[in-house]
Every structure is written in C-alpha cells, then in structure tokens.
C-alpha cells in the first residue's frame, strides 16, 4: 500500500514537474533574451486559464476554439506587457526591474480576482474518461494529456530555436546583444517575441493545470514554484528549466510521501522546494547548466 | 540613484563638517523640529482613526527604514522582510508573555532578537547578490512563513499569540492617544539612529559596496563583513516596527506576514525613495494613505454608472491590491527616484525661486 502510494505520488510529481518545466522554460525564455526576471509568471498562467474559462462559460464555444483564441489573446497580451511596461525600463537596475514585474503580478492578480471571483471555478468537463490504467496504475487523463501537451510544447520549442529565422535572431540576442543587433537583429522585435511566446506557453500550462485543479488564484503560486526549478537548472538555460521542474516536482511530491508516511509536520509539499532553492544556491549557486557569471575589473 | 550626488546650485557648503550635517541647512532642522512639535500635539486635533493611520505608518516607517538601509544604501535585495517585522512582534510577545519582561524592554530585545536573526540570514545571503538574493529572499519568507505556523511554542501556531499593551510606572498605553507618543518616541529615535549610521564609516562602506562592490572590496572594505552588517540592521528596524505593532494590536496572528506585506515594504522604499531616509517615512505615508483613497475614491463613485457597471462597492479589496501593484509599476516608469527625490525638487525651487540656474 506504502509502495503503491509512493509510486502514485512520483508519477504525479512527474506530471506536474513537466508542468513545472514548460513554465519554467518560459521563464527562462524571457530571462534569457531579455535579462528580465519575470515574477508575473504565474500571473500568465492565471490570464490564460481564466481568459479560456471565460470563453468556455460565455459562449460554449468548442474547447478546441477557446483555446486557440486564448493563445491568440495571450500572444497579444505578452507583447502589450513587454512595451507598456518593460521597455521603458530597459537599462535601469535590477531591482526596478525585479519590483516592476511583482507589481505587474499584484496588479493582474487583483484585476483577476475582481473580475472573476476568488472562489475556485472547475473546467467543464473536456474527457469522458476520468482515468486510465496504465501498468496497473490509475493515471488521470488530465495528468496524461497535461503531460503529453508539456512534452508537445518542449519539442515544437526545440524545432522553434534550431529552424525558424526567428528562434535564430533570439539565439544570437541571448548570446550577444550588441552583436546581434549589429548583423540586423532588430532587438525590439526579439523582445517582443520572447514575451509573447512565454506568455502563450505559459497560457497553455495555465489552461492545462485549470483543468486537473480548476482556476483560482493558487495557478499563480506555479510562477513562485518556477524559482527553484531555475535555479537548479541554472538561470538561462532551457534544458536546465525542463529539468529542474521535472527534478523539483518529484522532490515536492516525494517530500510529500516522507511527510504522510513518516514525519507527519504538514505542509512539507510546499516548503520543500523551497529548502532545496536554498541548498542549492549555496552549493552551486548558478545552478547544474547555468553560465557562471564571470567578472572583469 | 546618483542624482542625489548631483547636488542643485546655490548648494553653499564648503567644509567637510557642513557637507555631512544631519540637516542640510538650518531651514531643514527648524522644519524637522516644528513637524515633530506638531505630531506630539496632534492627539489633541485629529480623530482616533486618522491617529491609528499615523501609528500605522510609524511602525511601517521603522520597517521600511530598516528595508531602505539594506536595499537602497547596500544594494542587497530582500523580498522577505515581512517575516523579519512578523519575527519582531512575535518575539517581543513571547519574551513578554514566557519571561515577564516588561514590554518597553521586550520591544527593544525583540528588536535585537530579530537582528540575530537577520545576521543569521544574512550570512547565506552574502554568498549570492542581485537577482540570486532576491530569489533566495523568496525562499526565507516562505520558510520562515512555515515556520511561524510550526513554531507552537514561539507564536502560537494557528491561535496567534497575545501581546500584552505597553505599561510604564503603572500607566497603559493601551489607547490610540497613548501609544502614539511611544511610537512616535520610537520613530524618531530610528530615524535619528540612522541619519547617524549613514554618517559613519559604516554607512559610508554600505555606499561604497552599493555602489561597486569590487571597488569597495579593494578599497579594504570587508564585503561579506558589511553585507551582513546591513542585514543586521534591516532586521534590528523590521524587529522594532514589528514588535511596535503586535503591542498596538495586542495580538499577533501568523497569517498576516506573508509575502504581500513584504512587497508592500519594498513598494514602499521605490515610491519614498531608495536610498533615501527620510523617503522611507514618505513611502510609508503614501502605502498607508493609498487604500484609504482609493476607498474614498470608491465611496465617492458609488451609485453612478460606472459604480453600477463594474460593481465596484464589491469590489473594494481588489482595487486597493491592484492600486498597489499599479503604483509601483507607475512609480518605476515615471518617478523612479521616488518622492524624495520630488520633495529635493520642490525645495530646490522655491530656494532658487526666480533664477534656477
């Protein structure tokens, strides 16, 4: 039974860690080409799950069609955030910057919470199917399409930045400003485009997590949990980002297990990662694939 | 942040001693004097609950500070203050309640509790800076978040813990008149504390590695030394301010600790002004006011249109959370050295009136 449990638990932790990775590869899609730290994060996830609710429960139009308009929406939204609010900042320090985007979280969360409640609103219902058994285990379909929707996403952003011009241009941004801009790379537009892709991935694991948990405001405690996952990967490295979320959802979710089972404090599934964000930045503080900054004088 | 250095014409001081005067001139110190002059007998002309509003801000003012010392003058950035003020209120209760140490006592040993605390922090923390900090900050306020809620034996766990009103010779503070005075007492001695710090060599290395830190190290200055030095003392304020409110409220709760209060602090020290002291009091003015006019502001639409359409009277909650975040976004595009800086200007005109140059 104990065995069992645990077994069940990681596997969710798997799940969700994937989660965790695609919103933590958008993450570090914006740190990376921008230089911004986006503590809104979580913010787009709560946009985009609610915008796609909305769509759902106003005019019961298709899932499939709310959820195009939702990226649609998401994609115009990132682009509107990154130039009313981010590049007027470009330049500045680095706690303007870092205080922008928590006012820019407090301020959606609000603005969220006003128009659509604070009670928690479930998705319809998208599967006739709760769950499958796979290998003698009850996996939810929920879990199974988020997990198979996360790994779609990392995939089509691998082909993104080795085929398009424009994962190119961003390549060469986050490898060297100056010199991209100088071959041709118009800086403002890559901004833009790592906004407004973060935004829609973030809006898609937004949507996906709405439909496992149902929309409150808790989707958007996911952009805090986005923290450790980055920092055990490493700040601006995307592999690093699809690991640390899958290492840190197991790590909650395992944590989880010993707390049940053995420890009984409560509460350890959300502390945890916290723990290990602080162990790790003392042991290898720019994390397993970031690039350690080095100073010259 | 260097505008500050560039000093405005007719700006007349010629010796070292002048130039690091607690006032810039005269006019500033009679000024200082007259507005405390006013506040001492401003129980006898305001409202109990404009007086709670000023108490308010005198507790946020002493957290703030301590905030401002360590974001605005060291450059180090902290998003978990608010466990450090929560921590202050819990331990001057517990000192209170398990040792029976009077509470005018208890405030400052909570205070110096608290700075043990933020040393303890500190330390880890002067490992890593800029965005790393931050982040690790994050960590610290939910850590010690879950903490409060374990700690039955320090805070209560989920009752809270009772904090008994302030009482010196057999009298008690336990009005809104009365403890004005304490905490008024208390605000000007921090602020006067760390005009004098910022006077120092202390201060002046805690500019020093805000400013360039490699520089700072290489003039001798001892980075990790100063580093926690400045969490120290952020946290010996957020400590003071904290228990100052637990004494005010008589009653600690763990819930109100959270990560809200710690941005509401560093939204506070981006509109008063980072590096700025007395900017630090506005800011906290400004944090304090803010809600009570944006529900005036609310009140006074109600049952118009717009009240109708967006339901706002419900709304109330949300719009002051989101006036929150709206302002620190504004405050950062368009004022980002924050009302001191504006205040500086102000006076600079009326000083140079006719000819500003």
Known sequence: MAFDFLIQLLVNGFIIGLLYGVVAMSFVLIYKSSQVVNFAQGEFLLVGAWACWWLLAKFSIPFYMAFFITLIFMTIFGILVQMIVLRPLIGEPIISIIMVTIGLSIFFQAIMNWMFGVFT??????????????????????YLMSGLISILIMVSFALFF???????????????QQAAQSLGVSIKQVFAAAWAISAMVSAVAGVVFGIVNGISSGIAFMGIKVFPAVILGGLDSVLGAILGGMVIGILEHFAHYLDVQFLQVGNLIRVAPFYALIIILMIKPYGFFGTKDIERV | MNLKNSRPCGDFRTSYKSDMSMFEDKKGFYLAIAGVLLLLISPTYLDSYL??????????????????????????????????????????????????IPVFISIPLAAILTSLIGILFGIPAARVKGLYLAIATLAAQFIMEDFFSRATWFTGGVD????????????????DEKYFYIVLFWVIVSFILATNLMRTRDGR????????????????????????LSFGISSFFAGLGGALYGHYLNFVSIEEFNIQLSISFLAMIIIGGLG????????????????????????????????????LSDAIPFIKEASIGLVIILFLIFEPNGLAYRWGQIRAWFKLYPFSY
């Open chain 1, 121 to 142: 609103e479930p998705f319809p219902e998208i599967f006739t199917t709760k769950s499958v058994n796979i290998l003698g285990l009850n996996v939810q379909t929920v």
């Open chain 2, 205 to 228: 290395a805690f500019l020093a590695v805000r400013d360039h830190y490699l520089s700072a190290e290489m003039m001798g200055i001892n980075l990790t030394k100063y580093r926690i």
């Open chain 1, 162 to 176: 080795k085929k398009s011009r424009l994962g190119l241009a961003m390549r060469a941004t986050a490898f060297d």
């Open chain 2, 160 to 175: 809270g813990a009772s904090a008994e009103p302030l009482k010196i010779f057999g009298i008690f503070f336990d009005s």
């Open chain 2, 276 to 311: 700025s002291i007395r900017g630090s009091m506005m800011g906290a003015a400004f944090m304090v006011f803010l809600p009570e006019i944006m529900d005036w502001l609310t009140r006074s639409l109600s049952g118009t249109n717009i009240d109708n359409l967006l339901s």
């Open chain 2, 51 to 100: 007086l709670s509003l000023l108490i308010y801000i005198g507790f946020y003012a002493i957290a703030a500070l301590g905030l401002n010392i360590l974001v605005g003058f060291t450059g180090q950035i902290s998003v978990g203050h608010a466990v450090f003020f929560g921590f202050g209120a819990f331990a001057s209760a517990w000192l209170n309640n398990n040792f029976f």
